[in-house]
């Protein structure tokens, strides 16, 4: 390895372990003084607050990785701009691109490394906090298990299960409920191709209603549309926060491999590529902050003073369009592998284009 390339590196090592200290410190700052108070009222030892804090730096790593790369890699090339080194390089007969090469050889090793963490260590890190937080602190056992595409809730008096394309509608699909008595023999089962929830009333569409008469027989009712009184609401059914993230990225392939609805399918592969996609958005930002970098300075005679700004403006608006993109292939109106690449081929081609440009 060059010495030039080691440098390089050696100052992107030392930004992007500082930037991430920062983003990490500021965070766990915030989650801690918003719930330090549930920890206390519910009497739980100071170990068991380090050890909930602790365990979410992964989280926030995967939250603000791309950033991150992005930041690091911009302060770097600053650092080298502003001390005049860049100039002299140049002036050397380094091409420009000669001298970026190891920061974004820097940036696919991190996003290589945050991908590996998603794998490994997030999901067990996520499940645990999960577990501390829900279970122990707020006191909330979730009522049921998510198998093969479908939820299994135990209720007050009878069991649901039902798939739920969309958490935040109250809208079910294959809806059914069944209620057993003391011997442990159905006593009803209702089943629906469709449930709502509406205005504290559970709605079913298109189902049946199986009740024992006694013998082993029983006697079936067919509606079209009914009204019932389930003890429970869809509020009930307690789904743990940051619950995909349970899932390491072969679980998500595995999970969008077993759909057979194309609702389901459409949002576990957006899951599966989004994960992705989210995870490796730091390279095709610094691709286009880098330059912009260069043209800022050029422009306005300021490099890190504006540069930074602009390049978290600039991640802002990607995290916007790509989580617009995520939405619609959740939705079904767009493929999601075309959501999770197109902002990275977009941003990517651009910021190749201008680091070309900047180089001739």
């Keep these: 390895m060059k010495l030039l390339d080691r440098y390089i590196l050696r100052q992107f090592g030392k930004n992007i372990l500082m930037i991430m200290a920062g983003f990490i410190s500021i965070y766990l700052l915030i989650d801690f003084f918003e719930k330090i108070d549930n920890f206390m009222e519910k009497g739980k030892s100071m170990g068991l607050v380090i050890r909930f804090f602790m365990l979410s730096i992964p989280f926030i790593l995967e939250q603000m990785g791309p950033v991150c790369i992005l930041l690091a890699g911009v302060v770097t090339l600053g650092v080298l701009n502003h001390s005049n080194e860049l100039i002299a390089l140049k002036a050397s007969g380094i091409p420009l691109r000669k001298i970026t090469a190891p920061i974004i050889g820097a940036a696919v090793a991190c996003t290589l490394i ?26 909330r056992v979730p009522l049921g298990i998510y198998r093969n595409g479908r939820y299994y809730y135990r209720g007050q008096e009878g069991f649901y299960s039902f798939a739920r394309p969309d958490p935040h509608r109250n809208e079910f699909l294959y809806f059914s409920y069944s209620s057993w008595d ?62 995909a993230l349970e899932l390491s990225l072969v679980g998500l392939y595995r999970d969008a491999k077993r759909k057979q609805s194309p609702e389901e399918a459409s949002k576990a592969w957006t899951e599966f590529y989004g994960r992705i996609s989210y995870t490796m958005l730091g390279l095709p930002l610094l691709l286009l902050g880098l330059p912009m970098l260069l043209m800022v300075y050029r422009r306005w005679g300021r490099d890190l003073s504006l540069a930074i700004p602009v390049s978290c403006g600039m991640a802002f608006a990607c995290w916007g369009i790509w989580g ?37």
Excluded at 337 to 354: Q, R, T, Y
């Design 114 to 139: 945050l991908l590996a963490m998603s794998q490994f260590v997030l999901p067990r890190t996520v499940a645990e906090t999960n577990r501390i937080w829900n279970r122990e602190v707020k006191g």
């Design 182 to 243: 003391r011997n442990y023999q159905l006593s009803s089962l209702i089943a629906a191709r469709r449930a709502e929830w509406k205005d504290n009333i559970w709605t079913l569409h298109q189902g049946q209603v199986q009740t024992a008469t006694g013998n082993g027989d029983y006697m079936n009712q067919v509606f079209t549309v009914r009204d019932f009184g389930f003890p429970e609401k869809p509020a009930d059914f307690f789904v743990p926060q940051y619950h």
């Design 324 to 360: 617009t993109l995520q939405s619609l292939a959740k939705a079904s109106y767009l493929n999601p592998l075309v959501a999770a690449l197109s902002v990275h081929l977009l941003i990517g081609s651009l910021g190749i284009f201008l680091l070309l440009r900047e180089d001739s």
